[in-house]
């Protein structure tokens, strides 16, 4: 389904009974992300938020993107799935083998309709030119740019869909990176070394020339999505947006960047340049998707020329933090679409992918796959690190069979079932997430495989223990042996997992290597496959901020701790058990030489102002701030860990 406009995206969110409107004030700078926080993290994601009065002349649309139901309202579909099934029929239609001109021109109509998605530009202005500021005019602190967290470096524009394009060939890219706002017709361009804007901006280096740039906001949802989708480098996104929407895009040329085209139904436009002389700005700090702060560093300048936008325009707007927040629809659809290209093209033997909310994207995939040979786990593992955005993948878990992969009991159940912590583990390093604060040196980090696949007998050691049933630990006993442990969360064993979660708080070098190693050569844990430690601050018990801490920390190669002893339960057999070290990095016990970031809680008066104007806002019954639970895992009150 195509939408119109943004407008048109509001009102069917309104008729279909999943946006609020907030006529009462609420102030942008920390306000507007303290309510969303709330209402996101609400069953089910919560309805999207329209805050009227902001104190500027423009509403400000969050958590539109919010929930599997508007994920699907914003792609014009009932299932996200629905979308992989259209991807994988086309590609099969295009591949399939074409004997007889019959079987050819049934193909035309299949193309013809295709082409007609492909984007267009028009003559004259768009929508989004209705209104034009220019020179001083030009002022982006006119627009209701939020601050999200207390240590932001300051107001971000979180959902631009920026547009450049590649001085050599002409090529349009369409990402999405986040702008500080520094002045008035200044902001920062805070794109990574692996994104494409930033090759462009590497071939304007070498030009020495300026690097023009547009940024949208608004228009039809599906551009929002289409910014953030891992396609190839070299793909225009506004091929996916017409297949998605099954309509073209259509575009018009920018008023100060000509060769830049924008969406003509955008809301706002944000058209300028990064000049290649000048000197990086510092950035940051941004409370990010990981649920951290990403630590500040030097990016481009952007100098704005030119602001445009439609006469009654809506500033859309998002905030990432501790999961689940609304970027994880976003990446639930991407799981979903991408899913059939990554079958088709590159690993045919996947059947299905998950990637759980408390992996934040990246660090934690589950691949299902059609298991027919011995090491075609690892032959996964190696396409799948090669494949696009999947190379900053951290733990990557396999499963094959009938187990349900979005089950996660019976998932672990399974994979328990199949792992020899000694010979199904595999590391590897390479490319990661510049966000990644675990890696010890920036975008360079380790990873795991997690084969849980069932075992052929080319892949099966006979010298260890298989699989343990009578788990006999006693975790009250070995707490008060071992006072460092703060809890043990030993609630997985009955269900047949065996693997525990434990919080420690680290007081010497090696003192989680030493304790793990202890642990096993006294056989206390006899039978556990992998034991989890995480930050004394940290409820062992709480399983899903446990996982989420402990996937944010973990640097698999560097902090695996490999256990073998012989088995007690089970004479002549060997009892491996690997240890991960999913603690907080410093120097002084880690030799960790880089800043490790804080997580993101909402500072105390801004908690305390939405409390007070709840009851005006329309939202329902009282929600405290989610920041309250975890104000007791932060260490001092700046971005930075103290």
């Keep these: 389904m195509a939408y119109k406009d943004q407008q048109h995206f509001i009102e069917t969110l309104e008729q279909a009974g999943e946006l609020v409107r ?5 102030d942008p700078k920390l306000e507007i992300a303290e309510i969303t926080d709330r209402i996101s993290k609400t069953p089910g994601g919560g309805k999207a938020l329209l805050f009227e ?6 509403p400000v649309l969050m958590n539109a993107y919010g929930s599997e139901r508007r994920m699907c309202l914003a792609l014009g579909v009932q299932h996200l799935d629905d979308v992989a099934r259209n991807i994988e029929d086309l590609f099969k239609l295009l591949s399939s083998p074409k004997e007889s001109i019959l079987e050819k021109l049934k193909l035309l109509p299949k193309l013809g309709e295709f082409a007609s998605w492909m984007p267009k530009v028009k003559s004259g202005r768009g929508a989004c030119q209705e209104v034009i500021w220019q020179g001083e005019q030009a002022n982006i602190n006119k627009l209701p740019v939020i601050t999200c967290w207390p240590k932001d470096g300051g107001p971000f524009v979180t959902l631009p869909i ?4 590649d001085p050599q060939t002409n090529i349009r890219n369409v990402g999405m990176y986040r702008m500080q706002v520094f ?3 200044l902001t920062g361009m805070h794109w990574h070394r692996h994104k494409v804007s930033a090759k462009h901006f590497n071939e304007y280096k070498k030009l020495g020339i300026k690097m023009p740039v547009a940024v949208a906001l608004g228009g039809d949802p599906v551009y929002a999505y289409s910014a953030t989708a891992p396609l190839p480098e070299n793909v225009d996104e506004y091929m996916l947006a017409g297949f998605l929407r099954k309509k073209k895009v259509e575009l018009v040329k920018c008023i100060t960047q000509p060769s830049i085209e924008v969406p003509a139904d955008a809301d706002f436009v944000i058209e300028g340049y990064v000049d290649p002389h000048d000197e990086l700005i510092w950035e940051g700090p941004f409370g990010d998707h990981t649920g951290y702060y990403s630590l500040p560093d030097w990016y481009p300048k952007f100098h704005i020329t030119a602001i445009t936008h439609r006469k009654k325009p809506v500033y859309p707007a998002t905030i990432v933090g501790i999961p689940p927040q609304e970027d994880a629809w976003l990446g639930k659809a991407t799981e979903r679409i991408f899913l059939a290209p990554i079958k088709m093209t590159m690993v ?5 992918m998950d990637m759980p909310v408390e992996g934040v994207f990246h660090n934690l995939v589950i691949t299902k796959i059609n298991k027919e040979y011995p090491g075609q786990g690892q032959k996964v593992m190696n396409a799948m690190w090669g494949a696009g955005q999947m190379m900053f993948n951290k733990i990557l878990v396999l499963a094959d069979g ?3 992969i979005t089950d996660y009991k ?3 159940q399974y994979v328990f079932r199949n792992l020899n912590p000694a010979t199904d583990i595999s590391f590897s390093q390479g490319p990661m997430d510049v966000l990644d604060h675990s890696c010890s040196k920036l975008g360079f980090g380790g990873k795991m495989c997690i084969d849980g696949t069932a075992k052929l007998e080319e892949e099966t050691d006979d010298s260890y223990h298989a699989h343990f049933t009578d788990f006999q630990v006693d975790d009250k006993l070995i707490m008060s042996q071992f006072p460092e442990i703060h809890s043990f969360n030993t609630s997985l064993l009955p269900l047949d997992i065996p693997c525990v979660v434990i919080s420690v708080r680290k007081n010497r070098p090696g003192h989680i290597r030493e304790l793990h190693q202890q642990l096993c050569q006294s056989h206390v844990i006899e039978g556990v496959k992998m034991v989890l430690y995480v930050e004394h601050t940290v409820d062992a018990n709480d399983l899903p901020v446990a996982l989420w801490r402990f996937c944010n920390n973990l640097d698999p190669r560097r902090d695996s701790l490999p256990a073998e002893q012989l088995s007690l339960q089970q004479p002549g057999k060997k009892w491996a058990c690997m240890g991960f070290d999913g603690t907080i990095k410093t120097k002084a016990f880690d030799d960790f030489q880089r800043d490790w ?7 105390d008066d801004t908690i305390a102002a939405v409390d007070k104007k709840w009851p005006e806002l329309g939202l329902g019954g009282f929600l405290p701030s989610p920041s309250l639970k975890f104000k007791g895992q932060i260490y001092g009150e700046e971005a930075v860990v103290e």
């Design 348 to 352: 045919p033997e996947i059947v299905d």
């Design 22 to 26: 907030i006529k009462t004030y609420v």
């Design 597 to 603: 970031p804080n997580i993101i809680v909402a500072a």
């Design 53 to 58: 009065n902001t104190g500027y002349d423009f």
């Design 402 to 404: 009938k187990v349900p």
């Design 183 to 185: 002045g008035p017709q």
């Design 410 to 412: 019976a998932l672990a």
């Design 162 to 165: 920026i547009h450049t394009k």
